[in-house]
Nanobody
Framework: QVQLVESGGGLVQAGGSLGLSCVASGSTFSINTIGWYRQAPGKERELVAGISSGGSTDYGDSVKGRFTISRDNAKNTAYLQMNSLEPEDTAVYYC?????????????WGRGTQVTVSS
């Protein structure tokens, strides 16, 4: 099992910045991807950003150029820096960890943290 502990989030005015972090612990995989999805009320969950253990990144179209994901492999921690926040970024942000060992792949989810952007 992999446990995910999220921190950060909160309330910020439009145009402001927030940071999220996610620490993975337990039976972690050497090949993995950590990232965030988000879900706003009445909307489907969508990809925010992800970063592999090799450093490859992926971003959702709506956050490209505003959000930056990074990680510290030694700490099994990923960071999401969110700049130029918009009210449309308001959502619950879920950390996700996908580990792979050969043909075995497992995905774990954090409990989520609320991000609210006021206009």
């Amino acid at each position: 099992q992999v446990q995910l502990v999220e921190s950060g989030g909160g309330l910020v005015q439009a145009g402001g910045s927030l940071g999220l972090s996610c620490v993975a612990s337990g039976s972690t995989f050497s090949i993995n991807t950590i990232g965030w999805y988000r879900q706003a009320p009445g909307k489907e969950r969508e990809l925010v950003a992800g970063i592999s253990s090799g450093g490859s990144t992926d971003y959702g179209d709506s956050v490209k150029g505003r959000f930056t994901i990074s990680r510290d492999n030694a700490k099994n921690t990923a960071y999401l820096q969110m700049n130029s926040l918009e009210p449309e970024d308001t959502a619950v942000y879920y950390c996700t960890y996908r580990g792979r060992l050969g043909a075995l792949e497992r995905t774990y989810w954090g409990r989520g943290t609320q991000v609210t952007v006021s206009s």
